[in-house]
């Protein structure tokens, strides 16, 4: 039977060069190495960058330090593309330099919407019910 290589997830090689492109970005935007009235003061977090299996498309998420601005953070990162392409390109040393895409990391948007959902009153009262199901066997 074949397996599906989407369903697999990404390979050693597509999650090690993801981070050796983070650590690139990471510290380019450290440095300020880029040129917009948008990223001036910005401090940006790249939390995560994910590859394509052909390694030739690189897409960043990124988040301003306090979630302000983001979507206009991403927009001059995007203006700036091929600018930062350039300037990761000899950091990562492979044969061709990956085309970088940025969007905002909604993660911890998400893990704070999954959190209140967990702690709401209707959640606690099944877990309550659960554990007293089990505490009576």
Same mark, same amino acid.
């Given at each position: 039977? $074949? %397996?599906?290589? $989407?369903?697999?997830?990404?390979?050693?090689?597509?999650? @090690?060069? +993801?981070?050796?492109?983070?650590?690139?970005?990471? *510290?380019? !935007?450290?440095? +300020?190495?880029?040129?917009?009235?948008?990223?001036?003061?910005?401090? =940006?977090? =790249?939390?995560?960058?994910?590859?394509?299996?052909?390694? $030739?498309?690189?897409?960043?998420?990124?988040?301003?330090?306090? +979630?302000?601005?983001?979507?206009? #953070? =991403? *927009?001059?990162?995007?203006?700036? &593309? $091929? !600018? #930062? &392409? +350039? &300037?990761?390109?000899?950091?990562?040393?492979? %044969?061709?330099?990956?085309?970088?895409? !940025?969007?905002?990391? /909604?993660? !911890?948007?998400? *893990?704070? @919407? #999954?959190?209140?959902?967990? @702690?709401?009153?209707? =959640? %606690?009262?099944?877990?309550?019910?659960?554990? /007293?199901?089990?505490?009576? /066997?």
């Amino acid at each position: 039977m $074949k %397996k599906d290589p $989407k369903a697999a997830g990404p390979s050693q090689r597509m999650l @090690r060069v +993801g981070e050796l492109v983070r650590h690139a970005l990471a *510290a380019l !935007f450290a440095r +300020g190495e880029i040129e917009d009235e948008a990223l001036r003061g910005a401090v =940006v977090t =790249v939390p995560e960058v994910r590859m394509t299996p052909d390694l $030739k498309l690189a897409n960043a998420y990124v988040m301003p330090l306090g +979630g302000m601005h983001a979507e206009e #953070i =991403v *927009a001059a990162l995007n203006r700036h &593309r $091929k !600018f #930062i &392409r +350039g &300037r990761i390109a000899p950091q990562i040393d492979l %044969k061709y330099a990956p085309e970088v895409r !940025f969007f905002v990391d /909604d993660t !911890f948007e998400e *893990a704070g @919407r #999954i959190d209140a959902l967990l @702690r709401s009153d209707r =959640v %606690k009262r099944d877990l309550d019910d659960d554990s /007293d199901e089990t505490s009576e /066997d």
